[in-house]
Nanobody, 115 residues
Framework: QVQLVESGGGLVQAGGSLRLSCAASGSLFRFYVVGWYRQAPGKQRELVAAITLGGTTNYADSVKGRFTISRDNAKSTVYLQMNSLKPEDTAVYYC?????????WGAGTLVTVSS
């Protein structure tokens, strides 16, 4: 049973920074891509950033240049460094991991950016 546990969310002022962490049970090597999605109230869940097993990254246009995704395979942890946060970044952020057979999700962590 794969578990993904997010942490690091909270309340921050616009322009501030947060770092989200996603700890996976077991090795990250079983997942060919891991990423972060977010869902704001009344909106659909959207991809924020993803990183492949080979280290290739992909970002939503709205966060390019502000957010950085990284993975520490030794710690089985994926990070999302978020800088220059904006009120429109307010959402529940979910960790996601994909292996050839399944899609796994964490429970989410709330990020609130005040103006």
């Amino acid at each position: 049973q794969v578990q993904l546990v997010e942490s690091g969310g909270g309340l921050v002022q616009a322009g501030g920074s947060l770092r989200l962490s996603c700890a996976a049970s077991g090795s990250l090597f079983r997942f060919y891509v891991v990423g972060w999605y977010r869902q704001a109230p009344g909106k659909q869940r959207e991809l924020v950033a993803a990183i492949t097993l080979g280290g290739t990254t992909n970002y939503a246009d709205s966060v390019k240049g502000r957010f950085t995704i990284s993975r520490d395979n030794a710690k089985s942890t994926v990070y999302l460094q978020m800088n220059s946060l904006k009120p429109e970044d307010t959402a529940v952020y979910y960790c996601n991991a994909k292996d050839p057979g399944m899609d796994y999700w964490g429970a989410g962590t709330l990020v609130t950016v005040s103006s």
